[in-house]
């Protein structure tokens, strides 16, 4: 079959009634539409039509609700309740719209796969849009609308002297996410200690892959190629083992780590092409005989699985040249023009209340962790100096800039993982980044004012950044600094989904950045965090300490006392408080299990918090514990 005989892109050009009913003739083999709305925890619908359905009906799907769905039933806590739960799809018509291929169902007539429209759409309820799409949508209109604002209220602006507000015809928004992802063979593991060896010995970043992988990876790439996401690169990222080969000559315990990258996008296309990219991952690497998981701590102890995202604004001349508002006039004498600075201060400043939307669940947490390269701290890094451009990879908002190329300068935001819902997660960058833009070009502040701002020391006042704390770095943020400098300097990492959440309350005044122009509303903050809430919850009650009590009953003593020494004694004794301390209730006193479940059920989630914390600590030791005693039986 001849891939390019199929439709994989409708572009928006093509979405009125005359051309998708030529196209749609042309290709019999796409049988269903699939509407596509995407709720405030990143999922997507996917809603089967018959395209008989579509075709019969394609003046309602495309000028009014193209259906109905039962918003109780997504992410919508509190606003989609079980006695209000309608909720209406309403088509996006300035997006791609993607074909979707069964690679396992074929149409008997033409022999081509059978194919799903999956049409983006907007969920509509009581009269309001609820969805992650569009806050990212009208997020980007506003901070569009407040940009020229300031461009005609100061035409000059410090570092972009080169243009004039008068010409800009448009501002533009882009960003770009980079995905990373682990692989395996179907029930198939290799140890921990095998995976964490190679990863400290740099065994497998960058190396070349083999068999299965390859395949899969180069599939991968030319498939994105076909949905014109324009890939960049598929490489082996860090993580894994090599794998073996069987003796039919296959590939067996395949254990590695991946990333693939693409063109940016602008605006919500981003988030669009995002899950795009995932579904043609797990579905091209299952047809290879291969597992995929995007979570972001799916091993503990070895690397996980960040999605870098890149956030830039330039600006289209009304001569059609694009400027990009971050680069200065001269990018070998400073960093920053004044709104790449105000972008970069604000995401910072504010990040404490971005952070929700970005970690909010177990797995995203255990990835933020001292030692492998994921950022937990908020503080950046700008270079040795504006013409020696350097990347320092332990920080969380890292500068960009290719001297040679003005047009490449943006922030990458090192926190995110391949779940983070990045619709939402850009809008709130934005935002953020539109609070140090105001500031900074409110400020009068010329640019080496600007740069002694965001590298102030702790303790320094400045115009815009919190006193008592430091925002820039240029040293190894894990290396450098002792746990209790990083947590003085930098601000301390919330250690569970909760402490994340609290956020939302302990800082109003930087809430207040994330609801300027009332778009990501209030009720949509609150309805995330009991969304969010009500996932943590339940997987801690329902899946980790299960999970661990498993665990900790599989811990056998394997000693005999014929062959036990007084370190296989003093190993099990200690294996033994631990293990009653988890899981064992006495009259006295409860197991750690038993008081989680009894603060959840409560609603004590500060309790449940501390208790998770310890429960966590508690678990790595033991398991450290029953690993020395194993080691030492010889029978």
């Known amino acids: 079959m001849n891939t390019k005989e199929l439709l994989y892109v409708i572009k928006p050009e093509q979405q009125n009634k005359q051309d998708l009913q ?28 018959p395209m008989k359905v579509f075709l019969e009906d394609i003046d309602s799907f495309l000028e009014g609700s193209a259906a109905q769905t039962d918003g109780s039933s997504v992410v919508l806590t509190g606003i989609a309740t079980l006695n209000n739960a309608r909720v209406d799809l309403v088509v996006d018509k300035t997006v791609n719209w993607f074909v979707d291929y069964n690679y396992e169902h074929f149409d008997t007539a033409n022999g081509r796969m059978i194919g799903t429209l999956r049409i983006p759409c907007y969920l509509l309820h009581n009269g309001n849009f609820v969805d992650s799409r569009s806050i990212l949508k009208n997020t980007l209109d506003y901070m569009e609308e407040e940009i020229l604002k300031l461009f005609k209220k100061h035409p000059v602006i410090p570092g972009l002297e080169h243009i004039h507000g008068e010409d800009i015809e448009k501002i533009i928004f882009t960003s770009a996410t980079e995905l990373e992802f682990w692989v395996k063979s179907p029930r198939e593991d290799a140890p921990i200690e095998a995976l964490s060896s190679s990863q400290m010995m740099q065994e497998q970043y960058w190396q070349r892959t083999r068999g299965n992988v390859r395949t899969a990876l180069e599939q991968t790439v030319e498939t994105l190629d076909l949905y014109g996401l324009e890939p960049e690169m598929g490489h082996k990222e860090c993580g894994g083992v090599k794998g073996q080969i069987d003796a039919n000559g296959h590939m067996s315990h395949v254990m590695e780590q991946l990333e693939v990258d693409w063109k940016f996008a602008s605006g919500v296309q981003t988030g669009d092409n995002e899950i795009l990219a995932r579904i043609i991952v797990k579905e091209i690497f299952r047809m290879n005989g291969l597992e995929v998981s995007f979570q972001a701590k799916p091993i503990p102890g070895v690397a996980g699985s960040g999605e870098h995202t890149h956030v830039g604004i330039a600006a289209k001349m009304k001569n059609g040249k694009i400027i990009n508002l971050f680069s200065p006039s001269d990018m070998h004498k400073e960093f920053l023009s004044a709104i790449g600075y105000g972008a970069l201060m604000g995401l910072l400043k504010n990040y404490e209340v971005t952070n929700p939307f970005i970690s909010c669940t177990i797995d995203s947490l255990n990835r933020l962790k001292p030692g492998f390269e994921a950022p937990v701290c908020i503080v950046t890094s700008l270079g040795l100096s504006p013409d020696n451009p350097s990347r320092n990879r332990t920080i969380l908002a890292g500068l960009i800039r290719d001297l040679d190329n003005p047009k490449a300068t943006r922030i990458e935001m090192r926190s995110p993982n391949p779940y983070t819902n990045t619709y939402i997660a850009i809008a709130a960058f934005y935002l953020s980044c539109l609070d140090g833009i105001k500031a900074c070009v409110e400020s009068g502040k010329d640019l080496k004012a600007m740069e002694k701002e965001i590298s102030k020391q702790a303790g320094e006042k400045g115009f815009y950044l919190e006193k008592d704390r430091q925002y820039r770095t240029e040293d190894d943020v ?158």
């Open 478 to 635: 894990f290396e450098d600094f002792t746990a209790e400098e990083r947590s003085k300097l930098f601000g301390e990492p919330p250690a569970t989904v909760w402490e994340n959440l609290c956020a939302f309350d302990k800082y109003p005044e930087k809430v207040a950045v994330l609801t300027q122009g009332n778009i990501l509303k209030q009720e949509y903050i609150e309805s995330f965090r009991q969304g969010a809430l009500i996932r943590w919850t339940t997987e801690l009650i329902n899946r980790i300490i299960p999970e661990y009590y498993q665990a900790v009953v599989e811990m056998k003593k394997l000693h005999s006392p014929e062959s036990s020494t007084d370190c296989d004694l003093a190993l099990w004794h200690k294996i033994q408080v631990l293990r009653a301390k988890l899981a064992k209730d006495s009259f006295e006193e409860k197991s750690i299990f038993t008081s989680i479940r009894k603060a959840v059920a409560e609603g004590d989630y500060d309790a449940a918090s501390k208790l998770k914390v310890e429960m966590t600590a508690t678990m790595e030791a033991l398991k450290a514990l029953y690993h020395d005693y194993k080691q030492n039986i010889i029978d």
């Open 22 to 49: 030529t196209l749609l003739s042309l290709h019999p083999e796409i049988k269903f539409v699939s509407l596509m709305g995407v709720d405030f925890a990143g999922n997507d619908t996917d809603e089967k039509i």
